[in-house]
């Protein structure tokens, strides 16, 4: 039994807590497209400050405007057109920018 233990403690222990990517330079890409994403969501969150709307709707509305951005995220992480990594990419965007929104009007994060 102790083999046994000891051999799957060595197998989980190659598996870091910061993923290894088989392809850097594509996952530099991904990681500008996130940057590029998050800063035009940003920018649109202090650009809505006035608007008298909920969080969540504003966050709508900054996520239509930054849809050539996420569109651009969605096509370099999910070159084979995932329809659950797109939506899952959709998803992250709203909640990020409900987050923009929300540290904007200097009231935390969403949960």
Do not use: W
Request: glycine share 4%; charged share 20%.
């Amino acid at each position: 039994m102790r083999p046994l233990i000891a051999v799957m403690l060595l197998a989980l222990a190659g598996c870091g807590a910061y993923p290894h990517y088989s392809d850097p330079r594509l996952a530099t890409k991904i990681n500008d497209q996130y940057a590029l994403r998050d800063a035009c969501l940003a920018k649109n969150a202090e650009a809505n400050l006035n608007s008298s709307s909920s969080a969540t709707e504003i966050a709508r509305t900054i996520s239509l405007s930054c849809q050539s951005e996420t569109n651009s995220l969605i096509a370099v992480s999910n070159p084979y057109n995932d329809p659950r990594i797109s939506a899952a990419i959709e998803r992250d965007t709203q909640f990020r920018a409900t987050g923009y929104v929300l540290r904007a009007r200097n009231v935390g994060t969403p949960d």
